[in-house]
């Protein structure tokens, strides 16, 4: 593969202004960026929506991508993840402070394309959320299944954002070890 086919060189032309690139790094990128938009917003049409606003900060921010900060994939995410939380934090009410429901609403994951999701892993997915320490629990639902970002979660839960890294990490890994003995 050429420079010119990586994504970090896909990301270099559609900077200098070439669609060609940009047409094919759209291709390459955004079944990915897709993906991780939909399971922040849970709804296909916004996330549609939201995909065409994502790579349009590609197409204008090209050429602020750094490859020593990271991998152009990795890039691309962050401004796929950051723009599909700014829609949730624009869209929720203000007043709604209630904890992530019960494990059964893991199931909504599925999405639209319920059908096709393995219901044996949700169910082990719903199993190991209800192993784990509620505290834990809590974090890990609000941060990746609302998308609440770390600085929201410390100011609803009074703490200090390292707090919060660190309580998302441990409840992260006791997810994993549980799901890898499922």
Do not use: H
Request: aromatic residues 8%; contains cysteine; negative net charge.
């Amino acid at each position: 593969m050429t420079s010119a086919e990586t994504l970090e060189g896909l990301l270099g032309a559609t900077a200098q202004g070439d669609r060609e690139a940009f047409r094919t790094l759209y291709d390459r990128s955004s079944a990915k960026l897709f993906g991780i938009v939909l399971r922040i917003l849970k709804n296909r049409q916004k996330a549609e929506d939201v995909l065409q606003d994502v790579y349009l900060k590609i197409w204008q921010r090209a050429g602020s991508y750094d490859p020593v900060q990271g991998k152009p994939i990795t890039w691309m995410a962050t401004i796929a993840r950051n723009r599909a939380i700014d829609i949730i934090r624009s869209t929720r009410p203000e007043q709604t402070v209630d904890e992530p429901g019960d494990e059964e609403e893991i199931f909504k994951l599925g999405g639209q394309d319920a059908e096709n999701v393995d219901v044996t892993e949700l169910e082990a997915l719903r199993f190991c959320l209800g192993e784990m320490k509620e505290d834990d629990r809590n974090y890990v639902l609000l941060a990746y299944y609302e998308g609440y970002s770390r600085e929201e979660l410390a100011e609803r839960f009074e703490s200090p954002v390292g707090t919060i890294k660190t309580r998302l990490r441990r409840g992260l890994v006791a997810l994993r070890t549980c799901l890898e003995r499922e």
